[in-house]
DNA sequence: ATGAAAGCGCTAACAT
DNA sequence: ATGTTAGCGCTTTCAT
């Protein structure tokens, strides 16, 4: 068609050899600095390969070597400030140490999880990390995971019953500081909302309010304990919910920052004076907390943290190339972030 | 050390193969429900496969293949929800037509950027799609993406010397419909941040600004036009330096929400009014931007159908070969949203 | 210091 | 319907 278009075949190390009269071994091992190659071949190699704009296919090489130089990581949605960081903090120390980073994203959704963890594992990535997706109660699809004997670590919302390595806040005591914080400033009926109690951190979180509330010596009341999927929308019908009932709570502290939005706005709309009249608070510190009027009072879960301990974790049982060593449970201690929406008055 | 542990060496079709007293090949058919398997054995090795828990070495495929099924997706950062919803749009359809994606983030830089470059080329990803880092003034490290013959598609912030299909919003039509507004509300002096203008969307965007002034027989006065690096700290600085003129402007318009928010963030803190005495506006309609108070006036970008639009023509180019394609030029109409921070009782 | 040869796991062309 | 063979591009012994 168009003549004069490049049509260049893709250059290999066997083009670059025939070009400089010697071998594929040779060139192989000259454009990788390996000792025992003349300083003439090497920097002739070196210079060729740049002329020609030859790219290493690391496919090949990943095959003959058994390894990729690649971690797959798995959360439910990169869109979130937490994921997000975690992930810059895993993509820190990894590409410092010769690492790249395949991010995937299972929307929540088990089977999408599952595909991803295949996709990875049939690309022979040399970790694999994860936090659960909300929807995710049976974990088999990763026991390929370490059948491939590939490193494997969860983060947050983890599989509890694999004997791999993991790092976690301490939930409960996340949750405890938040609900013991909102009695001090004098909220004596405190709503809360759970996620699926089969994960851990929506359990645990729970724990953390009910630990809180016995502390206190107040009642546990299950009329205001919500189970939803925690989104913003939910998080608004919930509220609505509560707000009408005839006892209703004069707080709600939410386990997800997500459905707290979504709730602080039901208040907002209905004129409910926050935090005079309702408390609220979230978890996760998400950036949009700190915006919202008035400012949601949030638990910080030390995402880049979080991320940079995975890292470390993963380079540490590929060094051990995954032998002998034993799995580890890193567990980080949140942190309360108290603003606005939490400030009542103390009575 | 520990005796009864899983020394399983990874399955092959090999494996499979010698089970079942067959070759490889066989296999290789048998498992992708090539024509002319007889059902038994097709079965067969299926059942087998399962049961050895065989996972594909798609790394071996996809070098006899030579193709990975497999995009390549370069961004500046995942947590900026325009970007993240453009990679949901582009999983979306990707995943439709048994594509996978690869999600880098540049950090705005161009060093990072050309890394991921290279190691997509290297892995043999079947397509890349980038939008530019702030940094990047020069796109040489794209024409090996060419040269190796991978289909790639840029979006939102684009290299223009190059010959290939771009995705993009009408920026200088976003802008002016913003700034038009702004003048309409009553309006004067309005400031603008730019971005650095070798980015097509920066020097659009104020292309479009200084349309809508002109168009309002409005001077332009340089001393309002502030250019830097469009974070929320540099838009908070860049908000106190125009409010300490004493000529001071009574309006913002950023190109970037993020700078919005932290001019917004000065305004209040120092007991500007916002709309009445300052108005501002943003550009990308960040999630964020609803949420602060008051609500941010912004330009939404379509981003989803970005993501959409970007893989399709992906699709359309990988299925002609990248040969005989004409690049496709495809310019969304972005969408003026108004919300409080601009409403001022019009005079 | 360099080369020859084998092989990573899979697929496809070419038998039969 | 199945087998044989060759090869994708690279790395790594094992020679020399």
């Given at each position: 068609m168009n003549g004069s278009h490049r049509m260049s075949k893709r250059i290999t190390i066997l083009d670059l050899a025939k070009r400089l009269n010697t071998t594929p071994s040779t060139i192989s091992r000259a454009l990788r600095d390996h000792?025992?190659?003349s300083k003439s071949l090497r920097e002739a190699a070196k210079s060729l390969a740049r002329e020609l704009n030859y790219q290493p296919n690391s496919v090949a090489s990943g095959l003959r070597k058994?390894?990729?130089y690649t971690i797959g990581i798995v959360v439910p949605h990169i869109n979130r400030d937490f994921f997000s960081n975690v992930i810059s903090g895993i993509e820190d120390i990894a590409s410092d140490n010769g690492y790249k980073v395949m991010i995937c994203q299972s929307h929540d959704n088990e089977e999408k999880e599952k595909q991803y963890i295949n996709t990875l594992v049939s690309a022979r990535v040399d970790g694999i990390i994860v936090s659960l997706g909300m929807n995710t109660e049976d974990c088999s699809h990763f026991e390929q995971v370490l059948n491939a004997r590939i490193p494997l670590i969860f983060f947050?919302?983890?599989?509890?019953?694999?004997?791999v390595s993991r790092i976690l806040n301490d939930d409960t005591e996340g949750s405890f500081k938040a609900v013991s914080h909102m009695i001090e400033m004098g909220y004596k009926r405190i709503a809360y909302f759970s996620g699926p109690e089969y994960l851990n951190v929506y359990r645990d979180r729970k724990n953390g309010y009910l630990k809180a509330l016995q502390n206190n010596s107040i009642e546990v009341d299950k009329a205001i304990i919500v189970h939803h999927d925690l989104t913003q929308e939910t998080g608004w019908k919930a509220a609505e919910k509560l707000m009408k009932m005839r006892n209703r709570p004069d707080a709600i502290f939410s386990s997800s920052d997500f459905a707290a939005l979504g709730a602080l706005l039901y208040l907002r709309e209905n004129n409910v004076r926050i935090p005079e009249e309702v408390g609220i608070a979230g978890f996760s510190?998400?950036?949009?907390t700190s915006l919202v009027n008035p400012a949601l009072t949030t638990v910080d879960q030390h995402s880049n943290e979080i991320g940079t301990f995975c890292a470390k974790q993963f380079l540490e049982e590929v060094e051990l190339n995954n032998e002998n060593y034993v799995p580890r449970k890193i567990i980080l201690n949140p942190r309360l972030i108290i603003r606005e929406s939490t400030k009542r008055i103390k009575e």
């Open positions: 000792p025992g190659v058994g390894k990729s947050d919302r983890v599989c509890e019953q694999m004997d510190n998400e950036k949009f």
